[in-house]
């Protein structure tokens, strides 16, 4: 059973998706009953791969209307902040780890107007973003280490998302826990039993025959 009576969001990442075919792919996913779409922002620095910037958020701006929750995976995620604000993000999420000062960024995107999240690597400890959680609108978990699509779910993670989903409570936050990695039928109900609202899915939504009853599969477990 779950341990929180939130509705469960599906935020299909659309680094699964098919780049050839952009467009739609984002209009297919809308129809499909994605509730946000996840756009994971790569430097090349942070992380090894280059993905894209704020020109794709644009791209999915002009297809949809859906909430684009999007993740800074880059050093000094500071100097974006405006370029993707103007692109329309609905939230950006900075990772703990790519920060001077992490508090000092959060009121930076606040300021600009935008929900904020904290992203924590699978191997950092809470207690890096413990003091920072009452600041956000919601805490990235990663469940893979960030980078490439396709990998396999760290169930040692799990114990993660119980621990933040308890100072959630204890504090009576509004705080969303968001999971990344390795999401499918069986992951996800792990996630969520553990504590999370939010479901970053790729290669399981992007990658099934039927979208449509991948995206329903997760909305309706408990």
Known sequence: ????SKKIIIAPSILSADFGNLEKEIQDIVAAG???IHIDVMDGSFVPPITFGDNLV???KKNCSLPLDVHLMVVDPEKHIEAFKNAGCHSLTIHV??????LVTINKIKDAGLKVGISLKPA????????LIEQVDLVLVMTVKPGWSGQSFMPECLSKIEKIHSIIKQRNLPVHIEVDGGINKETAIQCIQAGATILVAGSFVFG???RKEAIL????LR
């Open 217 to 220: 599969s997760l909305k309706e």
């Open 97 to 102: 780890e790519a920060c001077k000062d992490p």
């Open 208 to 210: 099934s025959k039927n």
């Open 124 to 131: 950092t400890p809470v207690s890096q973003i413990e003091t």
């Open 34 to 36: 994605a509730d946000w």
């Open 58 to 60: 644009k791209i999915a």
């Open 1 to 4: 059973m779950s341990k929180n």
